[in-house]
């Protein structure tokens, strides 16, 4: 079965290091999303890829970056952790749009990061 | 710009009861609308969703929600509460911008629904 997979699941580290947080999928979407989940705000969007070499900003994006070398992988990178960047960060993936896409987000499991 | 306001952030049944979750929206185009639940410690997973086919959708576990375009609602209910239902529910518009040729989601904060025994 085609799925989404998050890792680390948990990570804890200090503030200033970088941190590398992998999503793969294996549904052959084109589509894929980085979010945050923190009390009181819901899911919030950091960056987003429509495809190979594509990379977007989202509306809390400061402090992380982004690369998509292919259709599978989309790490976020934490180029310097801060103790704000405490969170919950969920991967997602979608089928595009032209291919009969419709917004629906296949999601991984998630992973905590402690920044001390 | 579109926009989602769940309008409780936390709804609490007894189990065997009726669930009533609101959600509102707002869109410039046709939107497709979502309900996703997230049980603790895991990940987002799709109950349902509305693309423009029938009002009245029917989702996994019971659950269902009726678009209503005069209204900008799409509530979810299910009939009878069960102790498996305590998670969190979020609402989500997802609207095809043609001119952009992409689509943009937007949740809603959600809603925490507790069942009591």
């Known amino acids: 079965d085609a799925e989404i997979t998050q890792s680390p699941r948990h990570k804890i580290t200090e503030t200033g290091r970088q941190v590398t947080l992998a999503c793969h999928q294996t549904?052959?979407?084109?589509?894929m999303f980085w979010y945050r989940q923190d009390l009181g705000h819901g899911l919030r969007l950091i960056h987003y890829?429509?495809?190979?070499?594509?990379?977007n900003k989202g509306e809390v994006s400061d402090g992380y970056s982004v690369s998509r070398s292919n259709t599978e992988d989309l790490p976020l990178t934490l180029e310097s952790a801060a103790s704000s960047q405490t969170s919950v960060y969920f991967c997602?993936?979608?089928?595009?749009?032209?291919?009969?896409?419709?917004?629906?987000?296949?999601f991984g499991e998630g992973s905590r990061l402690t920044v001390l | 710009a579109q926009s989602v306001t769940q309008l409780d952030s936390h709804v609490s049944v007894s189990e065997g009861t009726p669930v009533l979750l609101r959600c509102n929206y707002s869109?410039?185009?046709?939107?497709?609308l979502f309900w996703y639940v997230q049980h603790p410690n895991k990940g987002l997973q799709l109950l349902l969703k509305?693309?423009?086919?029938?009002?009245l959708v029917k989702g996994i576990n019971g659950f269902e929600a009726e678009f209503k375009k005069s209204e900008t609602s799409f509530h979810l209910t299910k009939p009878s509460a069960h102790m498996s239902d305590a998670a969190e529910y979020f609402c989500?518009?997802?609207?095809?911008?043609?001119?952009?040729?992409?689509?943009?989601?937007?949740f809603g904060k959600g809603t925490k629904l507790s069942v009591i025994p």
């Open positions: 509305y693309t423009s086919a029938a009002t």
């Open positions: 997602a993936s979608s089928e595009r749009l032209s291919a009969g896409g419709t917004g629906e987000l296949f």
């Open positions: 989500v518009v997802s609207d095809l911008d043609s001119g952009a040729g992409s689509y943009q989601l937007t």
């Open positions: 890829s429509y495809g190979v070499h594509d990379t």
């Open positions: 869109s410039s185009y046709s939107p497709s």
């Open positions: 549904w052959n979407h084109n589509n």
